[in-house]
């Protein structure tokens, strides 16, 4: 599976960005879709994930009630809306895809395939 991510930019604070992960090689549906971020020095930060199943989602405490993790099956594409953002949410922004137990949806290990990341950068 390819994952392409997309739609990361410059945005002032409490401005919005939508993230696309478009996928080839795969079928979506079949996988827990994940979006995690990484700043310069630090580790693989979880932000949210969608499972495959029930297509529930959870987010980090972070960005819960900002940011919304949904997938589009029709198209492929899983995206995650930004609302609210703040300057400590600048990162790289990565999809992934896998099939982790419930307990590890938040693990970045537990993940199979990424794509190769967006910037997000909010200025204050």
């Known amino acids: 599976v390819q994952l392409q991510a997309s739609g990361g930019g410059l945005v002032q604070a409490g401005g919005s960005l939508r993230l696309s992960c478009a996928a080839s090689?795969?079928?979506?549906?079949?996988?827990?879709m994940g979006w995690f971020r990484q700043t310069p020095g630090n580790e693989r930060e979880f932000v949210a994930a969608?499972?495959?199943?029930?297509?529930?989602?959870t987010s980090a405490d972070s960005v819960k009630g900002r940011f919304t993790v949904s997938r589009d099956n029709a198209k492929n594409t899983v995206y995650l809306q930004m609302n609210n953002l703040k300057p400590e949410d600048t990162a790289v922004y990565y999809c992934?895809?896998?099939?982790?137990?419930?307990?590890?949806?938040?693990?970045?290990?537990?993940?199979?395939?990424w794509g190769q990341g967006t910037l997000v950068t909010v200025s204050s």
């Open positions: 090689g795969g079928t979506l549906r079949d996988y827990v």
């Open positions: 992934a895809a896998g099939k982790p137990i419930l307990s590890a949806t938040s693990s970045p290990n537990a993940y199979y395939y």
């Open positions: 969608s499972r495959r199943n029930t297509g529930s989602t």
